[in-house]
């Protein structure tokens, strides 16, 4: 049966690949790309010879009917984003929700994701968490800080490494800079780094080191930052 697949692919390297994708995407009669060049290379890469056909934000919302009339017609066809999982910070939605309404079988591999391993290195709990994403450039973005203030969970964050430092700057007004966080770049590649502190030891590390490549900061609900004080009281007054 005619379906639409997602196809994760590697955030960094290569090898990260699974079986299971190159085949999908080898018998996929079309395959949907974020950008056909940067896809091109991985295509080229695993030789996979299939057609391609550009599919992202700024062109989603026209060519997403189409789509879902070429499945519906008996193709079936998959979906890459430049690395990672479609979707997750990048066009996907919006054609998964068009093929839900009209009947269509949906199926998304397992595969990479740039903010899981970025979790789990983080050392803070990964129990609880909510995925935040890119926060809006400018407007609602000091909104969207001020709704973040209570909240418990471990939060996640994409961001770019230009900005990385003002909005550390901006986690430090609004959270306290003596928040736990956790700043991942270039996962799965040769210069994969974590750094991990307070908001303000790493705003001087940053400042000192401006960041490069992917950025993904995990910051400590504020639960958790409660209960850090609480022990550090504890053990002084033990001492």
């Known amino acids: 049966m005619a379906k639409l697949y997602l196809v994760p692919t590697p955030v960094g390297n290569l090898e990260d690949m699974t079986f299971r994708a190159v085949e999908t995407l080898k018998k996929a009669d079309l ?8 896809s091109g290379n991985l295509m080229k890469h695993f030789e996979i010879k299939n057609q391609m056909l550009s599919h992202h934000k700024f062109n989603e919302h026209g060519t997403t009917d189409g789509i879902v009339k070429r499945i519906l017609g008996g193709q079936t066809i998959a979906l890459v ?4 999982t479609p979707a997750i910070s ?6 998964v929700r068009e093929c ?21 290195d983080s050392g803070l709990p990964c129990d609880r968490f909510c995925f935040e994403g890119f926060l809006p450039q400018k407007k609602g973005r000091a909104t969207r800080l001020n709704a973040l203030a209570e909240e418990q969970r471990t939060m996640i964050f994409y961001e770019s490494p230009f900005r990385l430092v003002k909005t550390l700057e901006q986690f430090a007004a609004h959270f306290g800079e003596d928040r736990q966080c956790s700043v991942s770049r270039e996962i799965s590649k040769i210069h994969e780094e974590t750094v991990r502190g307070t908001v ?31 022990n550090e009281q504890i053990k002084t007054e033990q001492s």
């Open 200 to 230: 303000k030891e790493l705003i001087e590390h940053f400042t000192a080191k401006p960041p490069k490549g992917e950025i993904v900061i995990i910051l400590a609900g504020k639960e958790e930052t409660v209960k850090k004080k609480c």
């Open 100 to 120: 839900v309404k009209a009947g269509i079988e949906v199926e998304c591999l397992p595969g990479p994701t740039a903010f899981v391993p970025a979790l789990v």
């Open 90 to 95: 990048d066009p996907g939605f919006l054609l």
């Open 31 to 38: 395959v949907l790309a974020e950008d056909t060049r940067t």
């Open 81 to 84: 984003s430049d690395a990672g």
